[in-house]
């Protein structure tokens, strides 16, 4: 207990003694820094300018700039801050009821009030890429997002970032309908296309006069017509199209199929898998397909891996038990060391619950087997690579986002609490100030917050003292 | 003892015991780095000599011989003091809402895989309950995870012990009878307060019927039993508001003269909240699973540090999975929460081992790795409920239900 | 070569008392003992006078040579055919005093596929749905009633049990049985005394309860409707009871008929039943046989369909013993083959069954 008072003293004192100063340069001093790219550093310090990491390294070779805030925490492990690959919570409602829907954006839904962003903030969570939900066929595109902020524009850290496609079938419809659908928008697309350069070709204007009595802009870029490209199919002449005649609701899909927006494929079963893959392959986003793969899904990881897709993401089952009908004894899969042993590497999810934070699954990983870097990779550089953004989150380096959490020991112990968490250089979360985890971890009430408790009388005390039984 | 099913019990078990042999030679040999004996007790390379079930010997400052089981570290098996693996409501006979002559031993399927996944997840002996969809729903019974599958290689002599709730689980279901009630469950109790009642009119008409013998009833002598402390009685209540009146039925019975229960609170979440009843009686508690955000069974609220404060306060405490084996919810991840939650090390083995054998009576056969005790280990990967630990192995009175891999 | 005989012709040549007896012989007659190559049995008043190899003819006996082998009639354990919804009475938990056989209606068309089926007896059972739903019977199909009162029916699985009405559970419907042995009236009362018990479980777990029940009481009877019965195998035999399993079909799960083969290696005596009303009486030989393939000894499997289920019905049924009725079957080969037809059935000596050729 006292050793951390006097933490929190010292790191007090350590704020206030720069605060007069304000500005954008911070320099954080810890015990220890875990960067995730390369060895722990002993004694290190971590400066912060504007937001970027600007230098990393023992104490005793860093500089700190005279103007720099300095955070003093010398007895807590610096971590960078946790990066989830694909979720769909702290939305107004994470799916519409319209099947294929690419023109919908998460901007409109994110809520940034949400409890949910201030639980994964207070897990140390710090990159979230936000989604639609599964239930659809093609979703809209999604964004990456901080857990800080009041406005949505204030959380945006990457927009337009990914789109969401299930292929584990949406309720109510079979998995033939599911795909039927889907491949049905890829070749209305193309249909589409194939007209829009017939018309241009027969010198039809009406696709264009169309977009501009729509109030669509011709400036520029979306003025000009570009061919297209795609490694799965193309459609010659689409150059004689200006992009702006596109319909905007199907122009997403157009960027699906040249490659350029990641998709975040959901998949239940093994067979999902293998029919999501054919369907990318067939219409070029092979590449960039990250896999959201159900408990059973292993079965095919051949197949993942052959494939060559962008990433996979597990869900929070690790280990996956079955029993043949009739079998005596259950078999037991263990998902993380699969996949670690078929080479394909994997990001962790909370999967949509803040129960199962992404520290304790990589715990839960080690205590399986997988190597403990590994494992922390999966919660950090690996789900920074699979949402596009390694080089901008993940690891403590220098040039990446000032994205570090505080903790009171080993990233991966239970009795590890997080202090601070600090966004682009901002110290975000202070778990001193944090009332409603006090209220979960010890019961106190934060003042103000409820109904003040009444008093019980003991109903039974004057019976108990009024003569001696 | 009490009634005829237990007594057959009794009569199987003795029947099923063999007949004393002349020393054997060791069955099973297991060596651990870390041989966690008791709470407070480490024992550094252990070798444990296991014969014909049970743990013949233990000896420290030993290298582990080629080819035996081994592991980083072995604690005793685990119990669980609130597993519910049973039928479900069939288990249970709510024809009447206070059912004392009968028995849960007579609903148990050792061919269900839950008993296996159960053993496999280190929880080696459990405290089964009929389901809490009646005021006294009759007899628990002690029953180990792994075995042969037959009630009498099973289930485990130790304190007798009673089931009931307050709360409203028992009220749900039933119906003010309006009209023509086409079942029993047009009848009272409909509320909480209808439940204590129910408790309340029990414990006076067995009093009465100690006094005067035309008021004996079928079931009375189990609650005269109860109130002579002979039989141990579990009830669930889940908020402050149902241990408070635990506790007071508890207290009510002593101030009229009636007897003296002896009570320990199942699921008692909220135990934290007042603590002073508990205190004051000496009642223990079964806590129930952590939840993640606070509210569990009946809108209790739960903290993660309830397992410090209450033994700050000197309560005896157990923590329960109900049955559980998943990485996240079973008994062993339940003691890492505690740890996360303020216990040490040794208070929250307690809460796992050696608390809850002391509840169920059995404390002799089970939940401690020492001569003569039940061949039951949990071996583990690392230390044991770290988050990044792993049951790894798993003996169950001598036999291997869990291999290492 | 054969000799021909009209059906009609046979049939007032069985008729009882009339016109002396009848000698069938066939390629294998399947005596109590054995099979009998070339075997001959002789049938007065419908009744079996004779079986053996080398009978001599009487002088008022009929010879008719038939090709085939010649078998008892097997024998169905478990049905409710004729019943019409009369199977199961939901208004009591217990009736030890209903019997099965005031249900019996010998004129539903249901009998035909018995016959062609060639099962010449019939256990007729309550649904499961009451703790004690009744007393068996056991019939020839279209026949007569060979034994009113076969069995106790006690339900030891969740069948038993109906919302709202007491016993809900295991431990109260076990409670709700002991008292009423303890001072035992009715149907309960005669348990032991010539009237069996038919314990009916589901699940393993039942089925040792109810093996218990029976053992406490030393009762005689057999437990039904466990498929894995198998497992229960040490106790059964230390019970003394036997074992009718649920119908075994062609993609059934292959741990059902190893079980049964373990019962045969135990000496379990068994038999089948077939279950619900619609279920083909064919079912019971691809029963044997699937339980054959298993390991289930040939003999065994023959017993259970045949004197081994008799025994179990407490009924002179399923044997071409001496004195025992002539109910019998023709078939076109062995009957353990599954590519043998029923030709003819007797009852009683009477055709009942089969064309006769010209």
Known sequence: MNISSITHLTAALALTSAAALGGDSHAIKVGKVITMAGEPIENG????????????????????????????APNLVAFPGQVEACTSQGMDRANESIDVAPFLNVVDSVDPVNFFYEEMLRAGITTLNVQQGNSTVIAGRGMIVKPSGMTVAAMTVRPEAGIKIAITPKRGKSRAVQLMIL?????????????????????????????????????????KGRAMTGSGWIVEGLEAVPRAS???????????????????????????????????????????????????????????????VRGVILSSTLEHTERAPFAEEDTVTVLPTHFAEKGIPFALASQNSTTQSLWFQAARCVALGVDREVALAAITSGPAEV?????????????????????????????????YVFIEGKLTYDRTTDTRLQHLMDGVQPEGTSADEPVVEDIHEEERTAGDK | MIYPGFLISCVLLALASPAPEAPKPVDLTVHADYLHVAPGEVVRNALIQIRDGKIASVLPGRSAPDGALSAHSIMAGMIDASARVTPGDVAVEQSKEVITNLSVTDSLDFFNPAWDRLARTGVTTTLIAPPDYNVVGGFSVVVKTSGPKRVEARVVTGASILRGA???????????????????????????????????????????????????????DVLRACLAGDVRIFIQAWTTADIRTAVYLDEEMQAEGYGDLDIVIDAGAEAWKEPAFLVRTGTPVVLPPFPATGRLGERAFMPWDTGRKLTDLGIMIALSAHGETGLKERLSAQAGYAIRGGLTFDEALACVTTTPARLLGVEKQVGAVKSGMDADLVLWNGAPFSATSNIVGVVASGEVVLTPR | MNILIAPILSALCAVSGDTGSLVLQAEVVHGPDGPIEKGRILIRDGKIEAIGAGLELPEDGHLIELEGHLSAGLVAMGDQTGLKGEALDSTRQIMDGADLAFGYDKTDDGWGAFLEAGVTAVLLTPKPGALVGGRTAVVKPAGAMVQRRAHLHVCFSNAAFKPGVAPTSYPGAISMLEQRMKTPTGGFALLGKGLGVLLAAKTRAEGLRAVAFAKRHDLTGALTGVSRAGDLAD??????????????GAAADPRVPASAATLGKKDIPLAFSLGATNRSPHALRISALRCMKAGLARDAAWKALTSGA???????????????AADMVLWSGDPLELTSQVERVWIEGKQVHGDDDQ
Request: hydrophobic share 40%; aromatic share 6%; with cysteine.
């Open chain 1, 183 to 223: 491949r049905e928008a890829f070749a209305g697309l193309r249909r589409t296309l194939e007209d829009l350069v017939q018309e241009a070709n027969d010198g039809n204007d009406h696709a264009r006069r169309e977009a501009l009595a729509q109030g669509r802009d011709f400036e520029a870029e979306d003025g």
């Open chain 1, 246 to 308: 596109i319909d905007s609701k199907i122009l997403p899909l157009l960027a699906i199929v040249e490659g350029r927006i990641s998709v975040y494929m959901a998949c239940s079963t093994p067979m999902d898998v293998l029919h999501g893959l054919e369907i990318a392959k067939e219409n070029g986003f092979l590449a960039q397909t990250v896999l959201l793969l159900g408990p059973t899904c292993w079965k095919v990881s051949d197949e993942i891996k052959a494939a060559g």
């Open chain 1, 387 to 419: 949402i596009g953004l390694s080089s901008e989150v993940g690891t403590i380096e220098k040039g990446k986002h000032g994205n570090l959490v505080l903790l009171s020991g080993d990233p991966l112990s239970l009795q590890t609490q997080v202090r």
């Open chain 3, 310 to 324: 008799g025994e179990i019905a407490n009924a002179p049924v399923g044997s071409l013993a001496v004195g025992r």
């Open chain 1, 45 to 72: 310090i971590v400066l912060i300018e504007s937001g970027r990491i600007t230098a990393v390294g023992p104490a005793s070779e860093i500089q700190i700039p005279w103007d720099a805030e300095v955070f003093a």
């Open chain 3, 235 to 248: 106790e059964l035999h230390d019970a003394g009871l036997g074992v009718i399993l649920p119908p075994i």
């Open chain 2, 166 to 220: 307050i709360g409203e689980l028992p009220s749900a279901g039933n119906s003010p009878a309006f009209g023509r009630p086409t079942n029993f469950y047009a009848r009272r109790p409909t509320t909480r307060m209808g439940v204590e009642w129910e408790w309340r009119k029990a414990f006076f008409d067995a009093a009465q019927s100690a006094r005067f013998p035309d008021a004996e009833f079928e079931g009375a």
